[in-house]
C-alpha cells in the first residue's frame, strides 16, 4: 500500500509561487494515477489536477488552467504541483491522492476514484 506525505505549503502573496510535493512510500507508485485536491474552510474537496501513471495525461480544474503544472517523477517517487500566480482564493489544504489496485493509465478526476490520501498541506495566499 502506497503511503503519501505532503510539503512545500506555506504563506504566500498575492502573484507568488509555491511547489507542493508529495512523496510516496511502499506499494507501486509508478503504476498509481495520483491527484491534487484541495479543501477551503467550509467547502467540499475538490480537485485541483490530476496525471496518469505514465505521466502522458492531465488534467486541470477550470480555476488553475495556466497557473498549476502537475508532474512526477516515477524514479524519485514524488509528485509535484507547481502553483504560480497565486490568489487568495486558492487559500486551502491541498492533499495527494493516490490509488491501489490495477488503475487505467489515464488522469482520474474524482475524490471517490483515489483510495490513499496524503495528510495535507496548508497553502495561505495573502491579498
Known amino acids: 500500500q502506497v503511503q503519501l506525505v505532503e510539503s512545500g505549503g506555506g504563506l504566500v502573496q498575492t502573484g507568488g509561487s509555491l511547489r507542493l510535493s508529495c512523496a510516496a512510500s511502499g506499494g507501486t507508485f509508478s503504476r498509481s494515477p495520483m491527484g491534487w485536491f484541495r479543501q477551503a474552510p467550509g467547502k467540499e474537496r475538490e480537485s485541483v489536477a490530476a496525471i496518469s501513471w505514465s505521466g502522458g495525461l492531465t488534467y486541470y480544474a477550470d480555476s488553475v488552467k495556466g497557473r498549476f503544472t502537475i508532474s512526477r517523477d516515477n524514479a524519485e517517487r514524488t509528485v509535484y504541483l507547481q502553483m504560480n500566480s497565486l490568489k487568495p482564493e486558492d487559500t486551502a489544504v491541498y492533499y495527494c491522492?493516490?490509488?491501489?489496485?490495477?488503475?487505467?493509465?489515464?488522469?482520474?478526476?474524482?475524490?471517490?476514484?483515489?483510495?490513499?490520501w496524503g495528510q495535507g498541506t496548508q497553502v495561505t495566499v495573502s491579498s
Open positions: 491522492a493516490g490509488r491501489s489496485g490495477y488503475s487505467r493509465d489515464i488522469a482520474y478526476t474524482l475524490k471517490s476514484e483515489y483510495n490513499i
